[in-house]
């Protein structure tokens, strides 16, 4: 069923599966034409591509790029594809909605007799993609003045970004980053009227989930934990990002809000 599309364009970094792939449905189900950038082998894209078209067959338009989303030359080009885009389909095409949902970490241990353990260029790269690259990307399409007014930027950070979990340093590290820099792009971009947020979800049975080292215990805890008896999904993610695109959720910056049906609470 079409929608009408008046919101403008939200680009989805990492949003070719799991949490980023169900926000970019919620987005463009509520009349935000879809930009998505995502890294994946040829052997997925049938399927990804059959995501993209129930997209655009929700009447929206959607352009997907696929490249590493964390390598700067890499953004540059892609960057200037989507200006020239946007260019393209006349005055008032802008970004309202970016949102950061990779996931690309290094899950080694620092400690073991039997496994390689995490060294100084993993940790490099799991901040990289995970935390700092939300960073870059809002200081250059602000640079390029991609953004609307009153644009919203949402990323996804975990329970893991004060716990710890075996395997899970790296990851947990950028995490805690991403949450730190989701702070300060709030504070120091305010006077261009972008706001900034993270969520934190539950334990969601996602791709990147089912990587981490453990997570059938993780998931068997949190189900034990949760009062609602159930894991969070990628949609219940997705419907909280809805939420903090609206006018309504304007006044909302800067802040963790956790999306986990009360996991956390115990």
Not at 16 to 25: D, E, I, Q
Not at 226 to 237: A, C, F, H, K, Y
Request: proline share 2%.
């Amino acid at each position: 069923m079409a929608v009408d599309v008046k919101k403008g364009w939200a680009l989805v970094l990492g949003g070719s599966s799991g949490l980023g792939l169900a926000t970019a449905k919620k987005l463009a189900r509520n009349g935000f034409n879809i930009l998505i950038v995502h890294r994946d082998r040829k052997s997925d894209l049938k399927e990804i591509t059959s995501q993209f078209h129930e997209i655009t067959s929700m009447g929206v338009k959607l352009r997907s790029f696929n490249v590493d989303a964390g390598n700067s030359e890499k953004r540059g080009v892609t960057i200037a594809e989507i200006k020239s885009l946007l260019g393209e389909l006349g005055e008032g095409q802008r970004i309202k909605v970016l949102v950061h949902s990779i996931a690309k970490g290094n899950l080694k241990p620092m400690h073991s007799e039997e496994q390689d353990i995490l060294n100084h260029q993993d940790f490099q790269v799991t901040l990289n993609a995970m935390a700092l690259s939300l960073y870059d990307w809002t200081k250059d399409l602000v640079h390029e003045r991609l953004f609307g007014d009153d644009a919203r930027i949402i990323s996804f950070t975990s329970e893991g970004s004060s716990k710890a979990w075996p395997g899970y340093a790296a990851v947990s590290a950028a995490k805690a980053t991403l949450e730190a820099l989701t702070r300060n792009i709030a504070l120091e971009f305010a006077p261009l009227g972008i706001k900034a947020n993270c969520i934190q979800a539950g334990a969601t049975e996602t791709r990147a989930f089912q990587m981490i080292p453990g997570h059938e215990q993780i998931k068997k805890d949190a189900l034990q934990r949760n009062p609602n008896g159930r894991l969070t999904t990628p949609e219940d993610v997705a419907n909280a990002v809805y939420l903090l695109t609206t006018d309504e959720a304007r006044w909302i910056t800067g802040t963790v809000i956790k999306v986990d049906g009360g996991e956390s609470l115990r």
